[in-house]
């Protein structure tokens, strides 16, 4: 009985993003073994699960190293750093011959002292004047040079930050004139870091998040087919690539290699699925698929999770019959948040709550404070840290209006952000700039008011229409029909019936009758261990990837790997993938400091056949001989 495995893959850590999460166990839920690739952040391996057994979805973040991208950053700052006019630090060539002319007056006036007191002659004195007047025009000549040379620097400086600028903003829009290779060779970084894992864990579809992993999706399914395995390959579009907002690094140059990236393989995959209806039918049309993306909007779910967390009314500590609109999502300068803090001085008593994403203590929520302290309403707005995915909606219900004030990019004209959902389901009407795909969502729904974006006076007159009469919007918000077609259980079921063509339907889930391994030495210790427990085997050679579709628990022998790997933390992410629950058995009294290095740098079970090292190890477990030892293992199968 195969169970179709699917791979995603996904080029940040995983942990907040919770589309690639909800698909992830969306379809660990319908049966099929999921597993997720991510960066970690902190540099190390981590392995998690993702609800619990076999059918869970395992989460695997692995160390990233950016060498291509670090190179580009290296090489980019040399380049933008050449000058033709070598500026010491500022001051130091000024100081230098301030000094000199110190020194230089401190002479004169010892040798006009001399000369009074008769020590000198007349001619002498005199050569002491001419050559010190020699030297005083020699320092001032100096001094003139190094005023040019800071003023020639400095407009150095200034034209070569204005070409740059220039290059970075207008040039390399045009993606003729971008190669992504050597604007965004980070594409290739994701490959070294995900390839050799993909090529083992021989998925049976591979699913690509964002176009910076696309490339690496699509070479994955070429070197399969090498072998003679089918790997499908679905290319997940979050966004309109070529029209992405531009803040920060995220240049029209860099904007355009991405879109380039995201053309060159987009051809090359099997299936593609994306955010809204708008950017289906862009792609379609653009790249000249062969059918129209599936659409899996970021809806959240219908069922209502409620934790016990106090409402952002209660947060904020505003009364009931205060009006409270609230802005919940990331705080850029493309979102548009300025825009509703210029309309508060519109609406006298009116509260602003900023849900600030990823927390509240960012430059550009800095940058927002500033601008509330200078319209003067910095009483009247709340900058509040994100409560957890499945408590938002919870959360966020005792506010009147819910904003989405994003700005004019083609991104935007064509997307269907997750808070217009989170505020619909919240019961909230929705007050949102003007769109086209968000116009003609809440137009078609009714469920708010639309107003042109980046007008504070506009924002302004939707809020004040919509708080004149909230309920109708309220009502339109809460009908059934509405909240079923848009929820996730819905979405997910375009998701699921994707993979159903693709690879199969998966099976139904029988029982597992657990299968323990034990290697690679084949330790006679164990022969008594395992005379009692059924199906167990003692193995002296490296398992193959194919060996481990039958096995459920492994026993790892003093620190060798299973699989015949250098380092048997390299057999981990192999070991989860495939659900195999393992441990690491320690044979006799070894050196106590090195079994704790080992320890945690393994993270798992630890078993130690002497009484005295499990004793003196904190979390190691004694596994005694023969009949005893048996039983410990047994309750290792049953946990």
Same mark, same amino acid.
């Given at each position: !009985? ?13 942990? #907040?993003?919770?589309?690639? =999460?909800?698909?992830?166990?969306? $379809? ?44 580009? #950053? ?18 130091? *060539? ?9 020194? $230089?007056?401190?002479?004169? %006036? ?13 001619? &002498? ?15 001032? =000549? ?25 290059? +970075? ?22 490959? @070294? ?26 070479? &994955? @399914?070429?070197? @399969?087919?090498?072998? %003679? ?27 355009? &290699? ?62 009931? +019959? ?15 948040? *300025? ?20 927390? @509240? ?28 995915? #499945? ?24 997307? $269907?952000? #997750? ?66 077609? !848009? ?5 997910? %079921? ?27 030495? %084949? ?42 790997? +250098? ?47 499990? +004793? ?11 009949? *005893? ?11």
């Amino acid at each position: !009985m195969h169970v179709p495995r699917i791979v995603m893959i996904v080029a940040n850590d995983i942990t #907040n993003d919770t589309r690639v =999460l909800k698909e992830a166990v969306a $379809l660990g839920k319908a049966g099929y073994q999921v597993t997720l690739l991510g960066v970690s952040a902190s540099g190390r391996l981590a392995i998690d699960t993702i609800d619990s057994g076999r059918s869970g979805v395992v989460m695997i973040r692995l160390p990233g190293h950016f060498v291509l991208r670090d190179e580009r #950053n290296r090489r980019r700052r040399l380049r933008r750093g050449r000058r033709l006019f070598d500026v010491r630090p500022e001051g130091v *060539e000024a100081a230098r011959v301030a000094a000199r002319l110190a020194d $230089l007056k401190a002479e004169r %006036g010892r040798a006009t002292a001399r000369r009074r007191a008769g020590q000198v002659g007349a001619a &002498a004195h005199l050569a002491g004047v001419t050559r010190r007047s020699l030297r005083h025009r020699s320092l001032r =000549l100096s001094q003139a040079a190094v005023s040019a040379r800071a003023w020639l620097g400095e407009t150095e400086a200034n034209l070569a930050t204005n070409f740059w600028q220039w290059w +970075d903003t207008r040039l390399p829009g045009r993606s003729g004139l971008v190669r992504w290779r050597s604007v965004v060779p980070e594409a290739d970084d994701y490959e @070294a870091i995900f390839a050799d894992l993909i090529d083992q864990l021989r998925p049976d579809a591979l699913h690509a998040h964002d176009m910076h992993v696309i490339g690496v999706a699509s070479r &994955a @399914a070429g070197r @399969a087919a090498l072998r %003679g395995r089918s790997l499908k390959v679905v290319y997940d579009a979050h966004e309109y690539v070529p029209g992405l907002s531009q803040y920060g690094g995220r240049t029209p140059r860099m904007i355009a &290699a991405w879109a380039q990236h995201e053309a060159e393989y987009i051809r090359t995959v099997d299936r593609v699925v994306t955010v809204s209806p708008a950017i289906a039918r862009t792609l379609h049309k653009r790249h000249k698929l062969d059918r129209e993306p599936t659409v899996v909007i970021n809806s959240p779910e219908l069922s209502e999770r409620d934790s016990g967390i106090t409402d952002i009314r209660a947060t904020i500590g505003l009364p009931a +019959d205060v009006p409270l609109l609230v802005y919940s999502g990331g705080v850029t300068r493309a979102r548009g948040v *300025e825009t509703a803090m210029e309309a508060l001085p519109l609406l006298p008593g009116v509260h602003l709550a900023v849900v600030c994403v990823p927390h @509240a203590r960012t430059r550009p929520v800095d940058e927002l404070r500033a601008l509330g302290a200078s319209l003067q309403i910095e009483d009247r707005v709340h900058y509040l840290d994100p409560v957890a995915p #499945n408590d938002v909606i919870h959360f966020l219900r005792t506010a009147d209006v819910g904003l989405i004030p994003i700005l004019r990019y083609p991104s935007h004209e064509m997307a $269907l952000p #997750n808070k217009v959902f989170e505020y619909t389901f919240a019961g909230l009407p929705v007050v949102t700039s003007d769109m086209p795909t968000l116009e003609e969502f809440v137009g078609k729904t009714g469920i708010g008011e639309v107003f042109e974006a980046e007008n504070p006076d506009a924002l302004a007159l939707a809020v004040k229409t919509v708080l004149q009469d909230p309920e109708p919007y309220r009502e339109r918000a809460a009908d059934p029909g509405l909240r079923d077609e !848009m929820s996730w259980e819905t979405q997910a %079921g375009h998701l699921r019936d994707l993979y159903a063509e693709l690879v199969g339907a998966p099976p139904v889930l029988e029982d597992v009758v657990p299968r323990l391994v034990l290697g690679p030495n %084949g330790s006679k210790a164990a022969k008594a261990w395992f005379e009692d427990i059924d199906g167990a085997e003692i193995i002296r050679r490296p398992l193959t990837l194919a060996d481990l579709d039958s096995v459920t628990h492994v026993l790892m022998e003093d620190w060798q790997s299973v699989l015949g790997s +250098d380092d048997l933390i390299a057999d981990l992410p192999l070991l989860a993938a495939a659900r195999i629950k393992h441990a690491v058995v320690v044979y006799g009294r070894v050196d106590r400091q090195d079994i704790r290095r080992r320890m945690r740098a393994y993270d798992g079970t630890v078993f130690v056949t002497d009484r005295v090292i499990a +004793d003196a190890v904190e979390g190691s477990v004694w596994l005694p001989p023969a009949n *005893e030892g048996a039983k410990v293992l047994r309750d290792f199968l049953a946990g």
